[in-house]
């Protein structure tokens, strides 16, 4: 079942939802970007569709409000420990095809990485549902085709914007009836990209196994080049809708130190210090080094371990970067490394 729907119809819906579901999607802070006069595009809570941002990709993806940038673990009080606690609203989701794609990733990370699931993120996980904008064009730095996210059918509903109001498509029987009074039927159904400006050729495609990628790559010279150009800044893992490394602090409130709170944080492999060991000992001290175990990571061994590439190809971290690294051509270079050494055999 399809629906169309007026803007100040979708408002109504959103005043109703807002009643058992925190409505988060891409929203615009004016000024807020990484140049002066810039605006930056992030997740946060809206009431009113205008607030959507559905023309651009958002700078940041909708991670953060599954797996907060900071986030209260529990509370200790003297003797006794208090589980931090969550709004109990649902929460509806709004996220592009690839970002779904990068979900399912965040899922098999906290709860399918051994034997216990992360109970912080189960909590908010199992509140969601989702809404697909539907992606028929992509950007610039897009490669979603080529790790193939571009399509998925694992979404709630299915939104077409417009400056006028939004085309939705439903799966979800809960969410229909909350839309069925404000809309009149129409025949949408979401379309899908079917090619990005550009064709990424993938480590894979060389016929080498992962331990063979890795042995291969470990080691080569092809990453020198970024211990220089590399600022060790960690845009590139916040801005990844797919990243899922943490730091875990306990802070003591300053009134009674037998008061205070662990927190887990986000962190990132790219930062120096990140894999330093007890002893003193340091893995990956050169910034190369840390940008070649984010690609292997994210191109090899978690599809090795899980079946899917880790990458989604949202292109958000070549976006960020203020150095103008590319991940998608630091993967093409590592592929074609990769083939020479082969031609050398």
């Not at 809960?174 to 990209?193: D, M, Q, V, Y």
């Not at 927190?263 to 120096?272: A, G, L, V, Y």
């Not at 958000?316 to 590319?326: G, N």
């Not at 998608?328 to 020479?340: H, I, P, Q």
Request: aromatic share 10%; charged share 25%.
């Amino acid at each position: 079942m399809s629906l169309s729907l007026t803007n100040g119809a979708l408002n109504e819906v959103f005043e109703t939802l807002s009643r058992h579901y925190r409505i988060m999607a891409p929203v615009r802070i004016v000024g807020g970007g990484r140049f002066s006069d810039t605006d930056n595009i992030q997740y946060g809570e809206v009431s009113t569709a205008e607030e959507i941002v559905w023309e651009e990709k958002s700078h940041f993806s909708p991670k953060e409000v599954i797996a907060p940038i900071t986030q209260t673990l529990f509370q200790f009080h003297e003797g006794q420990l208090i589980t931090s606690s969550v709004d109990r609203r649902k929460i509806l989701l709004f996220m592009r095809p690839c970002d779904i794609h990068g979900l399912r990733q965040l899922d098999n990370m906290f709860l399918k990485n051994g034997d216990n699931e992360d109970f912080y993120y189960k909590r908010l996980r199992e509140k969601v549902k989702v809404a697909m904008f539907e992606c028929k064009t992509g950007w610039d730095s897009c490669f979603c085709v080529s790790m193939n996210t571009h399509e998925t059918s694992d979404y709630d509903i299915a939104c077409r914007f417009s400056e006028s109001g939004a085309d939705i498509h439903f799966q979800c029987n809960e969410l229909r009836e909350a839309f069925a009074e404000h809309g009149t039927e129409s025949n949408f159904k979401p379309e899908f990209i079917k090619e990005n400006q550009f064709t990424l050729k993938l480590p894979e495609s060389t016929g080498l196994s992962a331990q063979e990628i890795r042995d291969r790559t470990i080691g080569h010279p092809l990453f020198d080049e970024y211990d220089r150009r590399c600022v060790e800044c960690g845009r590139c893992t916040t801005s990844c809708g797919t990243c899922s490394c943490y730091s875990v602090n306990d802070v003591h409130y300053t009134e009674n130190a037998n008061f205070g709170e662990r927190q887990r944080i986000w962190s990132s492999c790219i930062i120096p210090g990140f894999s330093d060991m007890a002893g003193g000992h340091s893995y990956r001290q050169r910034s190369g080094e840390r940008l070649r175990y984010r690609l292997l990571h994210k191109m090899v061994d978690h599809k090795e371990r899980f079946g899917d590439h880790m990458c989604v190809g949202c292109g958000r971290c070549d976006d960020r970067c203020p150095q103008y690294i590319s991940f998608s051509n630091m993967v093409s270079k590592v592929t074609t490394a990769l083939e020479e050494t082969q031609h050398a055999e």
